[in-house]
């Protein structure tokens, strides 16, 4: 019913930025949250960041000043900036939302920084 495709991934140095986007289609009205997960080699999945429909943010510490997450809500697009990346950063980066009551999931995309 929600279809998420994501995009932005890719390879770059350390310190430089990437601008993930995530947008939703389907017959969908508004999305109750939009959030960013990363799953590293070898790690577990975990959230990066989330906002809400009312624009209430929330980050991981570990990237927290350094990314920031927006929503169109018009669109149903969610925004990753990420800036000042590390090269513990590379993983690969999951779009999500909550949609009445359910959790829809993106393919993901790759994101890789060098040292």
């Known amino acids: 019913q929600v279809q998420l495709v994501e995009s932005g991934g890719g390879l770059v140095q350390a310190g430089r930025s990437l601008r993930l986007s995530c947008a939703a289609s389907?017959?969908?009205?508004?999305?109750?949250?939009m959030a960013w997960y990363r799953q590293p080699p070898g790690k577990e999945r975990d959230l990066v960041a989330q906002?809400?429909?009312?624009?209430?943010?929330n980050y991981a510490d570990s990237v927290k000043g350094r990314f920031t997450i927006s929503r169109d809500n018009a669109k149903n697009t969610v925004v990753l900036q990420m800036n000042n990346l590390r090269p513990e950063d590379t993983a690969v980066y999951y779009c999500?939302?909550?949609?009445?009551?359910?959790?829809?999931w993106g393919q993901g995309t790759q994101v890789t920084v060098s040292s």
């Open positions: 389907g017959s969908i009205g508004s999305i109750n949250v």
């Open positions: 999500n939302v909550l949609y009445m009551f359910r959790r829809y």
């Open positions: 906002i809400t429909n009312r624009g209430g943010t």
